[in-house]
């Protein structure tokens, strides 16, 4: 088989979905018409979460001729290989919580970035947050074996000078039973056995942010400086609402210490707004809190009922008019509070690694940064900023004052 220019010259056209809020539903049956539409003698297969979630929706769609859960992914190349049609038109979906081993492709690239490939090392989650509908499309949490990890990192870094990790719920690397290795025990494997520059945590819970694994990210030049702990309220009724493992208190002390320990850290969270029964006061709370953290940016979602989870239920659903302001007050915040972190870097060096998109770079603390020359990308540097952009930053230019 080989790759097709674009999907309107495919025979066959595989489509990966989310589920994760009903607008990436809605994104997937689009594309689906839309595909179908420019080129309807494709063949179409969608996998992934939404497949897994709700196969007979999907099937219904046009063109769609295999609908294929992520319980039954690694069969994709013999169904779309088997000419004589046997599995024609199927729904493979079976039971995700069956699936106890860690299933992925090995990753050699960067896929659509030119630098900073993404590496998972784990999937599913254990947890219910009651919002949330990713344990029941991805299952239990399991884990790339360690020894899989090294090999991977290690080719990688052949390539590349920072590598993503990343996973579900990635703090929980390692948990299964009989497993004594946690994730800051595998970072560390890392750092001694492969030559990687740069190992960047991609989202963590806050709870995982050990002492141990904060500590290891502070004395290491080679851990990008970067926190990113999914906060989504700072109200405690909310957050016992939502079924989160922790209180405001534990957040604050885990955020806290990061900043402490990694003054020129990047500190991030995802919050969700609007999630059933938030009141005006609770709001407030969550508003207050995140000013008094050392946020430096912030993912804002609006909440959207995942059908299956208990809030979709709930009592109290909240008018789409006041979470869209909620979150427009949140991301008005998140902007101040990025912009005052930037600020700081004025005059200062910071160490970047470019990424292939003209003079674009990106800094071990996450920001962007507008370099004054076009690089090659995958080259790691320190840049002298001169200067900040929109979003970002500029890298000193002697010519612009002179
Ligand atoms: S920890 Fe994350 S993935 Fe797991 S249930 Fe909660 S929100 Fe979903």
Redo the contacts with the bound molecule.
């Keep these: 088989m080989d790759a097709a220019e674009s999907w309107g010259h495919a025979d066959l056209v595989v489509l990966n979905s989310c589920t994760v809020t009903s607008a990436a539903d809605e994104d997937l049956r689009h594309t689906v018409r839309r595909v179908h539409r420019e080129n309807p003698d494709a063949r179409i297969l969608v996998t992934g979460c939404y497949a897994q979630r709700a196969p007979e929706e999907i099937a219904a769609l046009p063109g769609v001729e295999w609908v294929v859960g992520n319980s039954d992914k690694t069969h994709i190349p013999d169904l779309v290989a088997d000419e004589l049609g046997h599995f024609h038109g199927q729904i493979h979906v079976h039971d995700i919580f069956a699936q106890h081993q860690f299933l992925s492709a090995p990753v050699e690239d960067a896929a659509g970035d030119r630098a900073r490939p993404n590496l998972k090392i784990q999937d599913g989650?254990?947890?219910?947050?009651s919002?949330?509908v990713?344990?029941f499309v991805?299952g239990r949490s399991r884990s790339m074996p360690a020894d899989q990890v090294i090999e991977q990192v290690r080719g990688l870094s052949r390539n590349y000078r920072e590598v993503v990790l990343s996973g579900?719920?990635l703090g929980r690397w390692g948990r299964e039973p009989g497993s004594t290795m946690r994730l800051v025990g595998l970072v560390k494997r890392m750092l001694d056995e492969t030559p990687v520059e740069r190992l960047r945590l991609s989202s963590v819970?806050p709870m995982d942010f050990s002492d141990e694994l904060l500590g290891l990210m502070a004395e290491s030049g080679r851990i990008a400086k970067h926190v990113h702990a999914?906060l989504?309220s700072g109200a405690d009724t909310v957050l016992r609402r939502m079924h989160?493992k922790y209180r405001p208190r534990h957040y604050a002390d885990r955020v806290q210490k990061a900043r402490a320990w990694m003054p020129d850290a990047a500190v991030g969270a995802d919050v969700m707004v609007g999630f059933p029964g938030e009141t005006d006061a609770e709001f407030e709370e969550t508003f207050q809190f995140i000013d008094s953290l050392p946020f430096t940016y912030l993912h804002v979602f609006t909440y959207s009922a995942r059908p299956g989870t208990p809030a979709a239920t709930a009592p109290g659903q909240v008018p789409m008019p006041i979470r869209k302001e909620r979150n427009r007050r949140l991301r008005e915040l998140a902007e101040r509070k990025n912009l005052a972190f930037r600020k700081r870097f004025n005059g200062e060096t910071l160490s970047v690694v470019t990424l292939g998109q003209g003079k674009m770079a990106l800094s071990s603390n996450y920001l962007k940064v507008e370099l004054v020359r076009e690089s090659h990308d995958n080259v790691l540097r320190d840049v002298r900023i001169g200067g900040l952009t929109d979003q970002g930053l500029r890298e000193f230019d002697p010519l612009r004052v002179l």
């Design positions: 989650c254990n947890n219910r947050c919002f949330c990713i344990p991805r579900v719920n819970e999914p989504q989160r």
